[in-house]
Structure formats: structure tokens, C-alpha cells
């Protein structure tokens, strides 16, 4: 049965350059997602974490082997709706507020302006942020911007929800904050969640363990999860 693998990789590799200066970013990847899964990819730096997960979140193409979305159809279907990536930065347009920044991937997408700022709205309630929803972005801080980044994901109500070393650039404190968003997103949403991260105490919120080196996925594992996120006001 593959109806709930959200994602999946078949031998996949990823090389970027040619001939002797080519460098294999990825080798042989073969794993799966499925529905509800909760995932922390860790590995160095230079491993090939962010270059998995852009595979699997269908913004890059591998160059042998096969990436696939079982249950939620071809690559070009894929955003913005059933798959949503947070990155390390927020990247935040500066010109739009917060709740324009959150619609704005629905606005792109075709829908109406007024529907689409009400669902963005809606997602940063969700997430407790609706006291930033008429700020810019150079009046948030870090952690605000992240969680602001965070919600713009949860708009499209995603079924895989995939965050590249959202804390890499923040505090511990901050740093928590921004998981307890991912987390509370995937739990309420029932999205597949996958995290990279070099920080154990992020890893650690996570039911189960990839690791990377040298470009290989190496190990899986199911751990216990610590789960200190506080419970955050969501509706229906």
C-alpha cells in the first residue's frame, strides 16, 4: 500500500557539476514518508541534508535514481498546498506585513486576495501570532520572523511539512519557540514533519532519526520524543 506515503526516494543521488570537479551531494538515497511521521534528519554540515531534503520537497530533480509523492500526486502539484518547506532564514518580503507575507503564496497561486489574507489570518491565530499580523518584517525579531515563516507554511494546509535548520540562526530560547510551532503545526494538522538539524535538543522532539554522512543516509531510528511544547490556541 503506498496511499499514505507522502514522499518517498528510489536510489536517488544528486550531483551537481561535471567531470573531475562534480561532487555527489547525495548517493543512492532510498527512504519513505508517510502520513504523520515525525522526522529529524541531523548530520554535518556539508553532509547533504538540505540537498535530501530539497529532493523530497520537489525543489531540485536528482540526478539518477527516483523521487516520488504516492499520495499526493506529480511534482508540479506539490506547492502551495500538500508540501510546504521552512528554511533557516524566514526570508520574508520586507514591503509586506505579516499577514500579507503569509497569504502571499496562496495570492501567487491565483486565489482571491481577500480569501487569501483570511487564511493567513487564520494560520498565524493558529500559531498565537495574530498580534503580528500588521507588522513588517524588520519590526519582528528573529524568532517572530521564523514563526511568521512557519505559519506562512501551515497556510496551504500542507500533508508534508519540511524544515530546513529552522533554528540554525537562532537562540536556544528562540530556537524552541520555532519548533514548538513546527511541532504543534504537525500534530494538529496531521502533516508528515521532517526537520534538519544539527542540535540534539531539537533532534530529541522528534519520534524518529535519519542521519546523514558524506552524502549517505546511513541510520533510521524511533526514539522516545521529549515534548515540551505548550499547548497554543487552534481552531477548526
Sequence with gaps: MTADVVARCEGAA????????????????????????????????????????????????????RVDWPALGPRRALRPGPVAVVFQAASLLPALDG???????????????????????????????????????????????????VARALVGRPRLLLADEPTGQLDHGTGAQVVDALVDTAEHTGCALLVTTH????????????????????TTETTETTDTTEALSWSA
Excluded at 105 to 131: F, I, K
Design 199 to 218: 542540535d540534539p535538543a531539537v533532534a530529541e522532539r522528534l519520534a524518529e532519526r535519519w542521519h546523514m554522512v558524506d552524502g549517505r543516509l546511513q
Design 14 to 65: 544528486r550531483t551537481f557539476g561535471h567531470g573531475t570537479g562534480a561532487v555527489v551531494a547525495v548517493h543512492d538515497a532510498t527512504c519513505r514518508i508517510t502520513a504523520g511521521e515525525r522526522i529529524a534528519l541531523t548530520g554535518p554540515s556539508g553532509s547533504g541534508k538540505s540537498t535530501l531534503l530539497h529532493l523530497l520537497a520537489g525543489l531540485d530533480e536528482p540526478t539518477a535514481g
Design 99 to 149: 499577514v500579507e507575507n503569509v497569504a502571499l503564496p496562496l495570492v501567487l497561486a491565483g486565489a482571491d486576495e481577500v480569501r487569501a489574507q483570511a487564511a493567513a489570518l487564520a494560520a498565524l491565530e493558529r500559531l498565537g501570532l495574530d498580534d503580528l499580523a500588521r507588522k513588517l518584517p524588520e519590526e519582528l525579531s528573529g524568532g517572530q520572523a521564523q514563526r511568521v515563516a
